[in-house]
């Protein structure tokens, strides 16, 4: 087993004793099914986080904004391609009204990770997306596993500090 495999083993367990449970629901936004149309995004997916059973989500705003770009005389294939794999994924629910415009796909993350807005990510959700910004904001939602893709390879960041510090103090619990 390579270095990098043993380190998201070991990762994914630190979630699991955080109440993380197979099969995973990973929430992905628009952008990471722009850039990753080359590769088999859930198979690799799955490789990183140790697992055959991932569920792969995304938001009712997050396939929106996929709609929203396929419009107009100039269609790209490429968000073709997105929302053809895109439909394949299990839709949330985000609350947000159809008849209004999407949210901003970074908003709509949030209030679905974190629906109080306490920092909690109460249904346990791993977020993948390019978005830097809104990994940087999840950061302090805890615990949320973060993910992006980089020239093809899909990457777990390390646990954030304060899902760490969440773990600590479970384990001294116990
Ligand atoms: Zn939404």
């Not at 083993?9 to 080359?38: A, C, I, N, W």
């Not at 986080?49 to 996929?66: A, G």
Request: charge should be positive; glycine fraction near 4%.
């Amino acid at each position: 087993m390579g270095k990098r495999t043993k380190q998201y083993k070991k990762l994914m367990r630190s979630f699991e004793f955080l109440g993380f449970r197979q099969p995973y629901q990973v929430l992905m936004t628009s952008d990471v099914l722009l850039d990753t149309l080359k590769i088999d995004l859930v198979t690799l997916t799955e490789k990183v986080l140790s697992t055959k059973s991932l569920k792969p989500m995304i938001t009712q705003c997050c396939i929106r904004r996929l709609y929203d770009m396929n419009q107009g005389p100039d269609r790209n294939p490429a968000v073709v391609a997105a929302i053809e794999r895109a439909k394949g994924f299990e839709r949330r629910r985000c609350g947000h009204l159809m008849d209004e415009a999407a949210k901003p796909e970074r908003e709509c993350m949030l209030s679905v990770v974190d629906p109080k807005g306490d920092g909690r990510n109460k249904w346990r959700y791993i977020v993948m997306t390019q978005d830097e910004e809104l990994r940087s904001k999840l950061r302090s939602v805890v615990p949320t596993p973060l993910m992006y893709v980089k020239r093809s390879v899909v990457i777990l960041e390390p646990m954030a500090d304060a899902s760490a510090r969440v773990r600590t103090r479970e384990e001294l619990a116990k």
